[in-house]
C-alpha cells in the first residue's frame, strides 16, 4: 500500500546516504527500521537472550557454547 512521508530535508539526506550505506534502498531501509521498532526482525543474539531468560547461569553458558558453532565458516564448507 502506498504511504506517502514527509520528513525535514535533513532528516531526508541522513536517510539516503545511511541507505546507501547499507546498500539499500529508502524504502527498504524505511521498513527495516519499522520492523525493528514494531519488533518484527530480532537478530539471533536477541533470540537466544529471549530464549534463555528462563534458563540459570550455567545453562546459558551451556546454550552459548553449543551454538557457538554457528559464528564458524570453514573454507570447506563453500567447496
Given at each position: 500500500?502506498?504511504?506517502?512521508?514527509?520528513?525535514?530535508?535533513k532528516?531526508?539526506?541522513?536517510?539516503r546516504?545511511?541507505?546507501?550505506?547499507?546498500g539499500?534502498?529508502?524504502?527498504?531501509?524505511?521498513?527495516e527500521?519499522l520492523?525493528?521498532?514494531?519488533?518484527l526482525?530480532?537478530?539471533r543474539?536477541?533470540?537466544?537472550?529471549?530464549?534463555?531468560?528462563?534458563?540459570?547461569?550455567?545453562?546459558?553458558?551451556?546454550?552459548?557454547?553449543?551454538?557457538?558453532?554457528f559464528?564458524k565458516?570453514?573454507?570447506?564448507?563453500?567447496?
Amino acid at each position: 500500500m502506498p504511504l506517502s512521508l514527509r520528513i525535514p530535508t535533513k532528516k531526508e539526506e541522513l536517510l539516503r546516504k545511511a541507505a546507501a550505506k547499507a546498500g539499500k534502498t529508502k524504502t527498504a531501509f524505511i521498513l527495516e527500521a519499522l520492523d525493528e521498532k514494531l519488533g518484527l526482525n530480532k537478530d539471533r543474539e536477541k533470540e537466544v537472550k529471549e530464549l534463555a531468560g528462563w534458563m540459570n547461569h550455567k545453562e546459558t553458558e551451556e546454550l552459548r557454547k553449543s551454538v557457538n558453532i554457528f559464528n564458524k565458516i570453514e573454507d570447506g564448507d563453500w567447496d
